[in-house]
């Protein structure tokens, strides 16, 4: 079994914006005459275009029966979070786009499954929000690293972090909006390259840091591309975390590479060497597969690129779809 954990849809329409909400960044996708493509704007600036598969089940289905992938977990793109409106925009449009991904899954035979996104910028709205996945039939929470600023791994949501352990709800944590962009030089797309993995690294090493795991053990947390920077730091945390105990043991009374291995991680890493080496540090047993698809930069052939990374053959299929299958419970 096949599964891919990382891809991402866009809903083929949004609801209007009532008339007494002045958000000026309410998205909208406008199509192309023959419904092949489509431009998502928020407000009136054009974000970029997107072509039929983020929307069109039978066009995604096509796709993973031609590259040997039998199951598919969808996220909604990160730009769609919303974390950045009104609360009340927030919460109408994380529930119109969670509808619109759980119908997708719906009409897809059991070959995609979708997460669902939370208006974070009012927990209680997020809580409340939550009381509906059961019934949506999501798979799980897809968080940014960051909210408006404020670390994900922040103590006010915590309360949401909690009622996702009750109803055995994953989080799948991934880089947004990232900080510092001034200080990148070179063409625009470097922000997202460097950025968004930086941000991943940030919200990971918050929870850990924090002992997210000693207060919601029973909580999964995934993290976007290999956990972004976590394997070039690792060792640094660590000779950090024995040479100061009495800083770092207060917060933090298990060792880094120990407890990073408590966590989840996808493989969109883009080489067989890094996701080899996030293996052996991490555990094989804590990787799922992912393409970061439809995108066009994403992992397309997942057996191909797993394979690359030469690892034993039990490991190689728990990452293809073992592990994924365990966390989310599907039966093969």
């Known amino acids: 079994m096949v599964i891919d954990f990382h891809t ?3 809903p083929s329409t949004f609801p209007e914006r009532p008339a007494a909400l002045q958000e000026a960044a309410w998205p909208s996708l406008r199509l192309s005459a023959d419904g092949s493509e489509g431009a998502l704007f928020t407000g009136d600036r054009k974000f970029r275009d997107f072509e039929a598969i983020y929307w069109d089940v039978e066009r995604r289905v096509a796709v993973l029966n031609a590259t040997g992938v039998d199951v598919q977990i969808m996220s909604p793109l990160p730009e769609l979070l919303s974390y ?4 009340q925009a927030g919460a109408m449009l994380t529930d119109s786009i969670n509808r619109a991904g759980a119908d997708m899954a719906r009409r897809s ?10 208006p974070m910028q009012d927990v209680q709205a997020a809580m409340a929000q939550m009381a509906g996945f059961a019934d949506l039939g999501l798979a799980g929470i897809f968080l940014g690293s960051h909210v408006n600023g404020i670390s994900i791994a922040s103590e006010q949501f915590h309360p949401v972090f909690g009622e996702a352990e009750r109803l055995g709800l994953p989080l799948f944590v991934h880089g947004i909006r990232p900080a510092g962009l001034e200080r990148i030089e070179g063409p625009g797309l470097m922000g997202a390259v460097i950025g968004i993995p930086y941000e991943g690294t940030m919200a990971l090493a918050g929870f850990m840091a924090t002992d997210i795991l000693a207060r919601f053990p ?14 070039s730091v690792i060792d640094r945390m660590e000779l950090v975390w024995r040479k100061f105990p009495s800083v770092m043991q207060g917060a933090l009374k298990e060792p880094p590479t120990s407890y990073a291995r408590r966590f989840w991680y996808d493989s969109v890493v ?24 439809p995108t066009e930069i994403g992992q397309t052939d997942l057996p191909g690129f797993v394979a690359s990374a030469g690892l034993a053959e039990a490991e190689g299929q728990a990452i293809l779809g073992g592990n994924a299958a365990r966390l989310l419970e599907i039966i093969p």
């Open 218 to 231: 029973r909580l999964h947390i995934v993290f976007a591309h290999g956990g972004g920077m976590i394997g």
């Open 109 to 118: 035979g059991g070959r995609l499954r979708a997460m669902g996104i939370l």
């Open 8 to 10: 991402h849809f866009v």
């Open 84 to 87: 950045w409106l009104e609360p």
């Open 270 to 293: 883009f080489s067989g060497e890094n996701l080899s080496y996030l293996a052996r540090r991490l555990g094989a047993d804590r990787i799922v597969a992912g393409s970061d698809g």
